[in-house]
Structures are given as C-alpha cells and as structure tokens.
C-alpha cells in the first residue's frame, strides 16, 4: 500500500490506511449476528450487548480503581472542568487484560499491534468528559507528534462496566445517537469518513454523572502499529 504523507499540507495524513481499516472493520462488523449496527448515516458505529460478563466488568473496576488518576486531556490549555473524571491505563501484562484486549482486537478485526493500551475510567457525581473528537486534530503539533507512534486513531471501542443509577450517558449531539450505560455493553465508532479523513460527526461527551458511579474502558486503535 502506498500513501503520500510527506506534504505538511496533506489535510489528511494516514488517509488510505484509515479508509482501508474503516472498510474491513465495518465488513466484519455488518457480518457478525451479535453487533448491531445503529442506523445513522453519518459515523459507522455499532453496539454489542453483554461483550463483557458481569464478572469480567467487576474484576475490571478494580483495576480501574487502582490506577485512576485526574483525568488529562490533549491540550493541556483546556479548563479543568473538560475532563473530570479519573483515568488511568490499566497494567497490558495482566493476563486477565490481555485476553480482553485480544476479544476485542478480534471482535474489530484489527491487529493488535495498532491497539493502545485500555485506558480505565471513572466518574462520580457531577463528573463528565465534555464534547470531543478522539482523532488528533491533523496539523496540530500533537498530531505531528503521534504520527511517529502509530498515526492517527483510527476506531474507539468502549465498554461500560456498570449501570448507572442516573445520567453518565454517552451522547454524540451532531447525529441525535444517546447511549445509556449498561453493564459489558462495547460501543465502537470509525472516527473516520469512508474515504479516510477524520468524521467531525463523531463528536460526543460523557454527560455528567447525576447518581452512583460510571466506570468505563476505552480502547483506541492506530492507523499503524502503535508505539515508541
Ligand atoms: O465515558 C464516556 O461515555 C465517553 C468516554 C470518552 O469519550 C473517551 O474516553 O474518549
Ligand atoms: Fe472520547
């Protein structure tokens, strides 16, 4: 395969390998029984039910426990009330996350290679994660920075480890698509357009948790082996 990515003008670096895993992504996708496809026509992005056991969601919110952190976000100018929650990438070597992380490298189809670590993440109340795009904006220099370490993000997989008592939902404004956590429900998004460049339409915010605790994980894949 080959790309042009040499001109600092390109809108659109890592565009053909975006367009590339958004096909076979969504083919694998549309094939599988257990996913289902949510009918909007502006994001390919898919929900599976129970991906996780309650089980696997509970052993999961104590890793998340143990590593969560204050929250950062891209630009560090952002006022502090953007991302609230804790976050914290939880330990890859724990055999219990690899098996996880390898479910869903083979629910997506895509390399495991191109898979960050799981990032853990929990809100209490009053807690959210205002609206946002997970690609990094092309041209910035934390974009200039990443594509040395596996280019732009190319599909997010999240999974909710528990119901919340009320509020947490996950909203995307610009397509009218509110998700409503429920325990070991995955939702995946292409953060690209069919033709490889970053979908403005995938914007979307954690909405402040009103009562009780939110825990998710969230996987973000490359465009290209991630890594140092
Ligand atoms: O917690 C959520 O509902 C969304 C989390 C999110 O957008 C992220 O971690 O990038
Ligand atoms: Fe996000």
């Given at each position: 395969m080959s790309s042009s990515r040499s001109s600092k003008a390109d809108p659109a670096p890592d565009r053909a390998a975006l367009a590339e895993i958004g096909a076979q992504v969504c083919e694998r996708l549309d094939a599988d029984p257990s996913v289902y496809r949510?009918?909007?026509?502006q994001i390919d992005i898919f929900v599976v039910q129970e991906f996780l056991t309650p089980a696997e969601c509970l052993r999961f919110i104590d890793l998340v426990d143990m590593t969560a952190v204050p929250s950062s976000v891209?630009?560090?100018?952002?006022?502090?009330?953007f991302r609230t929650s804790y976050s914290g990438d939880v330990d890859r070597n724990d055999p219990f996350v690899g098996m996880i992380e390898r479910r869903i490298d083979d629910l997506l189809g895509?390399?495991?290679?191109?898979g960050e670590t799981v990032q853990g993440q929990r809100y209490q109340p009053g807690q959210e994660y205002q609206g946002h795009c997970d690609w990094f904006p092309p041209q910035s220099d934390l974009f200039r920075t990443e594509a040395k370490m596996g280019g732009q993000r190319s599909w997010t997989a999240m999974i909710y480890l528990n119901d919340v008592e009320a509020g947490g939902i996950t909203e995307f404004p610009h397509v009218g698509v509110s998700v409503t956590p429920r325990q070991g429900m995955l939702l995946a998004w292409n953060n690209a357009h069919a033709n490889g460049t970053p979908n403005?339409?995938?914007?979307?915010a954690a909405k402040p948790v009103e009562r009780g605790v939110k825990y998710v994980i969230t996987k973000w894949y490359r465009s290209r082996r991630w890594g140092y």
């Open positions: 949510v009918p909007v026509e891209f630009d560090k100018d952002k006022v502090s009330r895509i390399d495991s290679s191109f403005t339409y995938t914007m979307h």
